[in-house]
């Protein structure tokens, strides 16, 4: 039970503060850990988010194949998936409230990256422009996504904000 402040001895006194003082050290340590790791997971997550990117990532590859399956450019078939991509990176970000142009340019280059080297396999083998095929396609695809989230994006603010 607890005494009132006049009935408290000395000794009393400074147990309650000493167990008060340990108490708030301890809990303030095991705080300001978990806090911090919250902090470092929550700002990583709210830049780059995992689950965003692998979604960007099935949106613009499939973009990229339905690109070339169905727009008949035949000496252009890059540009056909391209044109796929930046409409997959466009319908996430018309569809996600939160910006989505980091994940988006970062699967678009993946997604184009991938796709460059596949298409241009004899000439990736055969010679040694591999590397420089496959930055090419990833610099495409990282504007392709950005540029499509960008505008999908700008869009859905749009069509939400009040005149």
């Known amino acids: 039970m607890p005494q009132r402040s006049d009935q408290r001895t ?29 902090r470092l997971q929550h700002r990583t997550t709210s830049v780059f988010s995992p689950r ?10 499939g973009g990229m194949v339905a690109g070339n399956a169905f727009i008949p450019l035949p000496f252009l078939d890059s540009l056909a998936g391209l044109v796929g991509a930046f409409a997959g990176a466009f319908v996430l970000g018309l569809a996600v409230e939160r910006s989505t142009i980091l994940e988006s340019a970062a699967a678009g280059a993946v997604a184009a990256g991938l796709a460059t080297l596949l298409s241009h396999l004899t000439l990736t083998v055969a010679s ?12 495409t ?4 996504g950005a540029l499509g989230a960008y505008f999908g994006g700008d869009l859905r603010d749009g069509l939400t904000t009040d005149i």
């Open 10 to 38: 000395r000794d009393s006194l400074a147990d309650d503060l000493t167990e008060t003082l340990q108490d708030d050290a301890t809990e303030e340590q095991s705080r300001s850990s978990s806090s911090f790791v919250e």
């Open 128 to 139: 040694g422009f591999g590397v420089p095929l496959a930055a090419f396609g990833a610099g």
């Open 52 to 61: 965003v990117f692998f979604y960007a990532l099935v949106l613009l590859g």
């Open 141 to 144: 695809g990282l504007l392709a």
